[in-house]
Each structure stands twice: as structure tokens, then as C-alpha cells.
């Protein structure tokens, strides 16, 4: 991937794995725009780095992506990267009924409608300017984490559709890239502690690692021990499943779903 002279919005770019893109992305000359749902944390992040865009956008609401999708044609027409990022991740309970069955849904509909949708609206722009997706899924698409049960099945979810993007992408030039971190010390996986073959790496390291991949010009970058479930789920699938299971299990919510 061509790291300069890009425009480049990010989807929950006002922390974690997005801000510190966002940072990196910036340092390197870019123009970048990040979202999020808190305006409050928005205006904390332009206020420490004024050279970030922020804008306020839900990636589960599809008016404020089309509202998004018109502002950013109109004001930044040079848009040729968009990064899918904006994440949540639950630990539930699959055993009991749910109190809320629209509230089930609420990681569907960020994680992955969030993404085709994003795509789908923006899809014309980017095509245009010759234009990079790079779209965040996680190791977890190759090998489930059983606590964060929906999370996992709409990371596999991202990853079956961004290489189905990338091959429908080949005639009109649009580089479809997927980033697939391991654990990361973000507000996300707070609850994830090393231990039980699990391992976390810092922002800056998965930063670090995912720079040197997509300078390299890869289009599936599996970072630390993303690689390592990658090829365990292949060689020994029955094994690292349940150790992701012994690892997690603590993390269900009892009755919580
Ligand atoms: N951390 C990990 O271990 C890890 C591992 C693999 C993959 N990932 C993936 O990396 C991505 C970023 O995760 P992270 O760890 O950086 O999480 P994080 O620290 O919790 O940050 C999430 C960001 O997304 C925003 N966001 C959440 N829901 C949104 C929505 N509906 N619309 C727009 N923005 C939204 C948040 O801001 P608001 O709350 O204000 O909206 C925040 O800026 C996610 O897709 C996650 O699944 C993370």
C-alpha cells in the first residue's frame, strides 16, 4: 500500500487500534479523518492532535453513513483510503434466553453490516480515486474465542467477505486489504489477560508490525500471534479451539446474554 499523499477515514478512529493508525497514518503526511460515536471523546482527540478530522458517525445507523458518505464526497473529493475499524466485542452467554434480541444483534450490526455498509457507500469514491479498503477483522476469524461467541462469528464473517471484495475488486483496481490483529491492549479486550497460550501486544507493536506488512504491500496482514492461529487452525484445529476455550471461560457472563 502507498503510505503517503492519501486521504483517509477511519471508523472508530478516536481510540485504540484506530487512533493509533490514525497517528501513525498522520505522521507519515496524510489527511485523516476518524470517527466515532462519542462526540465528548471526539473533541478530546481533536483537541490533543488538531491536524485529525473528527467527525461524529455510527457505522450501525445507516442516515449517518449516508450523511457521512455525502459530507466526505463533498469535502474531501481526495478520499482514497477507507478503513473499516469500528469494532465492539462482548462476552455472552449462549446458554440463556436474551432479554434483548435486537441488543443480540448490536455486534452484527457494527462489525459487519458496519463495514458493508461503509463500503457500500463509499465504494464509488474510492474506485474512482484508485482507492485502498483495508478492513479490520481479527485472528479470531480463524479460530473463535468461545466467550465473545458473536464477536468471533462476525470476524470469520469479515474475513469471508473481504476476499470476496478483493477478487470483485481486481478489474476496477481497488486494493482491498484485511488487518487481522492478535490481541491488542486496547479498551476492547481489557478483560483479555496473558496466560493460557494468549499473549497482548501494545498499539505501538501492532503498529509497528502492521506498517512494515503494508509497506511491503501485503493484503492480509496477521500480526504477533495472529500467524500463529492462522497455521494452528490448520495443523491442529481440535487443539486450538479448546485451548481458546479453556483460555476465555472465565470471561462468560454467567446468565448474561
Ligand atoms: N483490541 C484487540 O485485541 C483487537 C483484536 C483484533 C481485532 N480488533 C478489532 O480492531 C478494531 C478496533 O478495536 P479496538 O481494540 O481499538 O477497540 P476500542 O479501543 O474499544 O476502540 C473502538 C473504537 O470504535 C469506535 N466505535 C465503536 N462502535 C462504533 C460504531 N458503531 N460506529 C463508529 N465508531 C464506533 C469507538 O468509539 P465510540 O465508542 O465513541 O463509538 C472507538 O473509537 C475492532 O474492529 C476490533 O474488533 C481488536
New binding site residues.
Partial sequence: MNLRNRTILI?????????AFALKFLELGNEVIV????QT?LDEVKAKYPKLHTIQ????DTAQIAALAKRMKAGFPKLDVLMN?????LHKDLKVPAADLDGLMAEVN??VA?VIRMNSAFIDILTANKGTVIN?S???AFVPLPSAPIYSAT?AAVHAYTQSLRFQSEETGVEVIELM????K????ADITEGNGVTVITTDELVKQSFASLKAGALEIRPGQAKQLALMRRLAPNFINRQLWKASRKLVPVGVR
Fill in positions: 471508523t472508530g478512529g478516536s481510540a485504540g487500534i484506530g487512533l470517527t466515532g460515536r462519542r471523546v458517525s455510527d457505522v450501525a475499524n469500528a469494532g465492539i466485542m457494527i462489525n458496519g479490520v481479527s485472528a479470531l470476524k490483529p492478535p490481541t491488542v486496547t479498551d476492547l479486550a
